[in-house]
T-cell receptor, first 115, second 113 residues
């Protein structure tokens, strides 16, 4: 069973540009969550999509957005990049259903560097 | 609201000795709790999970954790450390209200030969 796939693995962008990151979840998983990891702030929740709808959202500015397609693949977009957006962006996949939260499986991440 | 405290930012052990990584959480109800491990420049790998079925949870690679509600703790242990265990470890409760995993600052485990 294939794991969570994130592309690209590495990105270098210039301030002011925009970027799109992609995440393909485990087959059959309908929930995709995105997290930002930086040395200073640690791991922070961006948002979660379930069946093409944003179900939960963290405390990030509107420059951070996402979407989910009918095949559960998700994309995350960051517009008007700032130096502080440099981070490892992790995608997590889970079934997203059930009374007790099922475990989340993470991808390898996309390392974004803003220069 | 849930929160998590990993009591040690860094733990160093010798190969072959026991590992103890401490975690305390705050919650008004029994949570879903996970331990994840992250090796350098890699994603997060699930070690084990607690979802109220059993208080002693066994995970991969010889790790286990015990849920103690009275102490609000979920410490991670391993009887004998291996060099490959050197990594960052995260104790992670799931916030049912916010629909998200709550990450603390993690514990870096070093293993000396």
């Amino acid at each position: 069973k294939a794991g969570v796939t994130q592309t690209p693995r590495y990105l270098i962008k210039t301030r002011g540009q925009q970027v799109t990151l992609s995440c393909s979840p485990i087959s059959g998983h309908r929930s995709v969550s995105w997290y930002q990891q930086t040395p200073g702030q640690g791991l922070q929740f961006l948002f979660e999509y379930f069946s093409e709808t944003q179900r939960n959202k963290g405390n990030f500015p509107g420059r951070f957005s996402g979407r989910q397609f009918s095949n559960s693949r998700s994309e995350m977009n960051v517009s008007t990049l700032e130096l502080g957006d440099s981070a490892l962006y992790l995608c997590a996949s889970s079934t997203g259903t059930g009374r007790i939260h099922s475990e989340a499986f993470f991808g390898q991440g996309t390392r974004l560097t803003v220069v | 609201a849930q929160s998590v405290t990993q009591l040690d930012s860094h733990v160093s052990v010798s190969e072959g000795t026991p590992v103890l990584l401490r975690c305390n959480y705050s919650s008004s109800y029994s949570p879903s709790l996970f331990w994840y491990v992250q090796h350098p420049n890699k994603g997060l790998q699930l070690l084990l999970k607690y979802t109220s079925a059993a208080t002693l949870v066994k995970g991969i690679n010889g790790f286990e954790a015990e849920f103690k509600k009275s102490e609000t703790s979920f410490h991670l242990t391993k009887p004998s450390a291996h060099m490959s265990d050197a990594a960052e470890y995260f104790c992670v409760p799931f916030d049912n209200q916010g629909g998200k995993l709550i990450f603390g600052q993690g514990t870096e485990l070093s293993v000396k030969p």
